[in-house]
């Protein structure tokens, strides 16, 4: 059963195309940067789970592995940030929001533009913002971040805010299922848009059909 990030997140993408801010960005699609990403989350999670159930029989150099575990979740989790800053590029009609966007805008200031756009209400906004991180985010990719006894502390602004290993493992299995909403939603939203497409679409399938009965004839023959 989907948990409330997954959800959340499909609520969000179904309501930016039900709104028309949907469109496909090519120049910023790459599939083989997906594919990989997803082999990625794949041997991480299972390699980082094997080492978390570990670590209380590490004695001498306990410390030493929980620092370790708290950097590599910071990556992985933050990892994931860079990815949906990715996808919302990709999806996000820069003609209908203010500003439009580039290589350069952050996932916070998509965050931004996106929810002002839709005219959601400020609850809405910092929950949103508070769903897709985009504090721990900013501070990562300014290097607003200390690890120090067994958590990070993020100070992105003035206000400092730490993340014990149990918080920042929530964290993670948080972003891992709002990825995996994002790629379901995407999967879904995978269909002709208009009479051309499937025009298209039915042209190559009867191709695939005649090509296939052709193999068929070819081997009776």
């Known amino acids: 059963m989907a948990d409330s ?7 969000i993408l179904n309501d930016i195309e039900a709104n028309g801010l949907y469109k496909f960005n090519k120049e910023y699609h790459d599939e083989e940067f997906f594919i990989n990403f997803i082999e990625f989350e794949k041997s991480f999670t299972n390699s980082f789970e094997k080492v978390i159930q570990k670590i209380d029989a590490f004695e001498t150099e306990k410390d030493e592995i929980v620092f370790f575990a708290v950097y590599s979740l910071m990556l992985y989790v933050n990892s994931h940030l860079q990815v949906f800053e990715k996808f919302l590029k990709i999806i996000i009609n820069s003609a209908m929001i203010k500003g439009s966007f580039d290589e350069d805008t952050s ?14 209400t400020e609850k809405l906004k910092n929950s949103i913002r508070g769903l897709f991180l985009v504090d721990f985010r900013d501070a990562i990719a300014h290097q607003k971040y200390i690890i120090k006894d067994g958590a ?7 206000q400092r805010e730490q993340i014990t290993l149990n918080e920042l493992y929530d964290d993670a299995l948080q972003v891992r ?22 025009l298209d679409n039915t042209i190559n399938d009867l191709i695939h059909q005649v090509n296939t009965l052709d193999k068929k004839l070819d081997r009776l023959s």
């Open 5 to 11: 990030n997954y959800q959340a997140v499909l609520v």
């Open 177 to 198: 299922s709002m990825f995996h909403a994002m790629l379901d939603w995407a999967d879904a939203t995978e269909k002709p848009k208009t009479k051309k497409a499937i």
């Open 107 to 120: 996932l916070s200031q998509m965050i931004r533009k996106i929810c002002n756009k839709m005219q959601y």
């Open 152 to 158: 990070i502390t993020i100070y992105p602004k003035d």
